[in-house]
């Protein structure tokens, strides 16, 4: 599987991210809060993800856009890790700005307790 992330990947919809936040399980993965939900519908068979920085916390765009260019690029270098077809969404929760090795690290283990969890 190559490393890409193209925008089929990139979970979009109002009516699916309600969807997702509504009927997902949640866990934390310090820094982020993840919430996901096995894709069920064949209309969309792809694992689709969500990357979010709140405005709340960092009122700087340049900040909130360089944490979810950190979220999406630790994501693309270990999707592989993830074994279903999901939708998933990762919500920075931080008030401080980490690394991209602690970063990382989070969405690796995410990724891996959504893998024992379906």
Known sequence: MANGFPKQNKLCGQLRIAQLYKEGERFTAWPLRVTYMPVTDDRSPLTQVLVWA????????VRRNRLRRLMREAYRLNQNLLERNCLIAFNYIDKDEQSFVTIEKAVCKALKKINQNS
């Open 54 to 61: 709140p405005k709340s916390l960092f009122k700087r765009a």
